[in-house]
């Protein structure tokens, strides 16, 4: 087995701009559940939104980069408030379950046959990435190993993940933080101390929606491509495992989360892959390892949950409480 | 803002209230008012459950509300007066929680109307309702677990510009704010016996030490009525009277208190008016010392108690005559309706006080000198009627 090959590989997704993109929509889960206590399980809905808004507004409407940003962003934030309109007011389990509904909804339209000239149905769009590669900086050659193209995106997603951790840690420990807390602790007590408990929950669900979107355009820049196929529930659950893993009221806890993740996945899948080709391995075809190593994320999620329920970053003071 | 205005006004007039105080005619509102000795009547005309009062912060009018079959609450009418400490009190499932839930905006009844001071505020948001200086603590506690105790009492403070999101990025803005509020928070801490424990997770408090924490965060918001339920229920005793004292106190600062309480040695202590709910009614009101001894009042605890034979009325006139004799006798939670046994049979002290002796033998014995007139527990012969309809 070429061990060069697994480690090398393994630390490449360490700094991937899908893992950025993980990491920012895992810390809009963050956002969501870790400090407001909101239930969202459709963050992949909240990223399809992000990608589509951006690739359609490119695409069917010639806009340039940053009005395509924009409009992916508000698109989002519409997206949130119409989910938490009607649920925010009841108890936390009803967004949980719009918000999985959702998600699915905007995964069936943007793949129906009869929207074919806007979103490209299952094949999706592709080709809406040239605003963004125009404005690199970096001339042609070799940037580590990454050619101008791969370095910029990771430069621009990673400089993303670190402003919005830095938006988010000062959110948070300000006062405004604190009454979100305290909406996640008891938003009656929060009521009646005259906060307008609502307001507060649907500004969280759009700042964390509008990293979703974020993550959504990061995810899909790199690739050039937006297709449904990715965007499935399966997204949303990797990413509440990257929040998990990493801690879940905490700001670095998701992007901790989201590199154990993509790190893990990669190691398992190179040395799976090394142990079939060298025939140490006979019971298991290079398709199986893939689904494989999806099981042993499960396993070290539950070896986790078990010896570290708090994740990598969390309080464990907190958890004692819980 | 109009509360600091207010409570500087009071201060402002306090020293002249004590020559005032001794020829205030009561009616007088304008006079300068020293709450705390401020003896002038609180009620317009006669006392009777639903009475008018000379100044009520609150009036609650119709207030109804069902739960399936029952009526929980059946209010017909309520004021519950200004600057004064309200007990509010009744037995198990008499609604008291379920009228605090109503008059908070925490619950919507199927009828009625209310104001809070003056303004009519049936259908406005809890919220709102704490901004205009109206907040309550729960009976069954609320502390935020995993903020501390220091950050559970900064969220109880109003006017922290920090709280909105578009300023909650620049410390500058609102880190002088915070300052104050920390300040607040401290004195407030100290009086509470928290100061310890300020650094601690909420949840890391014991029950009774939550009560108070959620007693403090509510005087953060600096209110105008402060209604508590059950605020002293798991407090150790020691630390009961330090409470009853800035109970009291809050009225001295311009506060209005509404709560409910099982222990009616602490309604006596502090109370200025007791109002007494039973299946939802009002069924009495008045002074701490006329209340207890209200026929109504009494109906409404024993009522509630099986062991004692109701349909013996010799026995209630005995009850009532020893009632009406004994400051002593309790008529509170786990003891509701049951006479203290060593105040009226002092050779039982140290006696089973679960299971009083209630035989007439027992309570004739040392009640023979005693209460000469045993009819006059029954002062208001009329009022009996009126009560149960
Ligand atoms: N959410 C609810 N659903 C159904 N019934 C309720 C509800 N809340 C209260 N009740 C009923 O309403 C009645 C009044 O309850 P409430 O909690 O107001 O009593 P309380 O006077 O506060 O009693 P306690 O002294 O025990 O606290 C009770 O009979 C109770 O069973
Ligand atoms: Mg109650």
Redesign the interface.
């Known amino acids: 087995m070429d061990y060069g090959f697994v480690f090398s590989s393994a630390a490449g997704e360490l700094f991937s701009p899908t893992t950025a993109a993980y990491a920012l929509a895992a810390l809009g889960l963050a956002v969501h559940f870790g400090y407001s206590g909101l239930l969202n399980f459709g963050q992949a809905g909240f990223m399809a939104v992000g990608a589509y808004g951006f690739a359609i507004s490119t695409l069917s409407f010639g806009v340039p980069f940053f009005v395509a940003l924009l409009i992916s962003i508000l698109c989002s934030s519409l997206f949130a408030l119409l989910l938490g309109i009607p649920t925010l007011r009841l108890r936390a389990d009803y967004l949980a379950i719009v918000t999985i509904a959702a998600a699915e909804i905007v995964r069936y339209i943007v793949t129906t046959n009869q929207l074919t000239k806007v979103t490209g149905s299952a094949n999706g769009l592709a080709a809406f990435e040239g605003g963004f590669y125009a404005m690199n900086p970096f001339p042609e050659g070799s940037y580590m190993g990454m050619n101008n193209r791969d370095f910029f995106i990771r430069v621009i997603g990673w400089g993303l993940v670190v402003v919005c951790c830095v ?1 988010v840690w ?2 948070m420990r ?6 979100l ?2 909406i ?3 938003e ?10 609502y307001a507060y929950k649907m ?1 969280a669900l759009i700042i964390g929606g509008v990293l979703g979107a974020l993550a959504g355009m990061v995810f899909t820049l790199p690739r050039g491509a937006v297709q449904p196929a990715n965007y499935g529930t399966e997204l949303t659950f990797f990413l509440w495992t990257c929040l998990l893993l990493g801690g879940m ?1 905490t700001v670095l806890g998701p992007v901790i989360g989201a590199m154990i993740f993509w790190v893990v996945l990669s190691l398992t899948q190179s040395v799976l892959y090394g142990l079939i080709e060298s025939g140490a391995v006979t019971w298991l075809t290079t398709v199986q390892a893939g689904q494989l190593r999806y099981i042993l994320v499960g396993v070290a999620l539950m070896l986790l949950m078990i010896f570290r329920p708090q994740g990598v970053f969390g309080n464990k ?2 958890l ?2 819980a | 803002m109009s509360h600091s205005a207010h409570s500087m006004n009071n201060a402002d007039r306090n020293t002249a209230s004590t020559v005032k105080t001794a020829n205030t005619n009561g009616n007088d509102k304008d006079a300068g008012i020293n709450y705390m000795t401020d003896s002038s009547p609180i009620v317009v005309g006669e006392i009777a459950p639903g009475c008018k009062k000379r100044d009520p912060i609150v009036v609650a009018e119709n207030v109804r509300r069902s739960f399936g079959g029952i009526n929980a609450v059946d209010v017909d009418y309520l004021e519950i007066p200004r600057h004064k400490i309200t007990a509010l009190i009744g037995p198990n499932g008499a609604g008291k929680t379920t009228l605090f839930n109503l008059l ?1 905006g ?1 619950d919507t009844p199927n009828s009625g109307k209310w104001q809070f001071e003056g303004k009519n505020i049936e259908g406005v948001s ?3 309702l ?2 205009m200086g109206m ?4 009976q069954l506690t ?6 501390t105790v220091m ?2 009492m ?3 403070a ?1 006017n ?1 510009p ?4 578009s ?3 620049f ?1 500058g803005i ?1 880190g002088g704010r ?1 300052k104050e509020i920390t300040a607040q928070a401290d004195v407030l801490l100290e009086k509470f016996k928290l100061d310890v424990k300020k650094d601690d ?1 909420a ?2 408090l014991s029950g009774g030490q939550r009560k108070l924490l ?1 007693m403090a ?2 005087l ?2 600096r209110p105008k009525l402060v209604m508590l339920d059950e605020p002293m229920a798991g407090v150790n005793p020691a630390l009961t009277q330090s409470l009853l004292d800035h109970i009291k106190n809050l009225k001295a600062e311009g506060m209005t208190v509404l709560f409910v309480e099982h222990d009616m040695n602490m309604v006596r202590h502090i109370a200025d008016w007791v109002v007494v709910m039973a299946e939802g009614k009002i069924v009495a009101e008045g002074p701490p010392r006329d209340v207890m001894k209200d026929p109504a009042v009494i109906d409404a605890y024993l009522g509630a108690h099986h062991d004692v034979d109701l349909g013996d009325t010799e026995g209630i006139k005995e009850l009532e005559a020893v009632l009406e004799a004994d400051e002593e006798s309790v008529v509170g939670t786990e003891n509701a309706g049951i006479i203290a046994v060593e105040s009226v049979v002092p050779d039982l002290k140290g006696a089973d006080l679960k299971q009083p002796d209630l035989s007439p033998e027992a309570l004739q014995e040392p009640g023979d000198d005693e209460p000469n007139s045993p009819q006059s527990g029954l002062a208001e012969p009329g009022r009996t009627d009126k009560d149960k309809e």
């Open positions: 938006i000062l959110l300000s006062p405004w933080g604190r009454v807390k305290g996640r602790e008891d009656n007590a929060v009521r009646s101390l005259g906060k307008n408990v500004q009221a003071k907190e004692a409480f | 908070t925490f809890s919220f709102k704490a901004r907040v309550r603590t729960f609320k502390v935020m677990g995993k903020l950050e559970n900064r969220l109880g109003a922290q920090g709280e909105r999101l300023k909650a990025l410390k609102w915070e997770y949840a890391s959620e965060r509510s953060m918001v």
